[in-house]
Nanobody, 120 residues
Framework: QVQLVESGGGLVQPGGSLRLSCAASGSIFSIDAMGWYRQGPGKQRELVATITSGGSTNYADSVKGRFTISRDNAKNTVYMQMNSLKPEDTAVYYC??????????????WGQGTLVTVSS
């Protein structure tokens, strides 16, 4: 079974920083795209940032200039550095891996989520 394990969430004050990590494990040959999505209270899940195996990135307008996504292909791990955090960033953040190449074919996998709370 392919699994994504997230870490790094927690409580932080406005203007503070957090770094999220997500490691994929299992019988994986390669992963095309990895990224982060979030779901705030009473809201739908939305894209935050994605990164391909080649390093191309995509960000939501609301986080551009504040968040930075990166990955280590050898470790099948994706990171997101979050700076200048705002209360509206409060959400459960979910790791995503798309086009995960396995012996059984290509998969899309989601992590269980990690809570980020930005509050005074």
């Amino acid at each position: 079974q392919v699994q994504l394990v997230e870490s790094g969430g927690g409580l932080v004050q406005p203007g503070g920083s957090l770094r999220l990590s997500c490691a994929a494990s299992g019988s994986i040959f390669s992963i095309d795209a990895m990224g982060w999505y979030r779901q705030g209270p009473g809201k739908q899940r939305e894209l935050v940032a994605t990164i391909t195996s080649g390093g191309s990135t995509n960000y939501a307008d609301s986080v551009k200039g504040r968040f930075t996504i990166s990955r280590d292909n050898a470790k099948n791990t994706v990171y997101m550095q979050m700076n200048s955090l705002k209360p509206e960033d409060t959400a459960v953040y979910y790791c995503n891996a798309d086009r995960v190449a396995t012996m059984s074919g290509n998969l899309e996998v989601w992590g269980q989520g990690t809570l980020v709370t930005v509050s005074s």
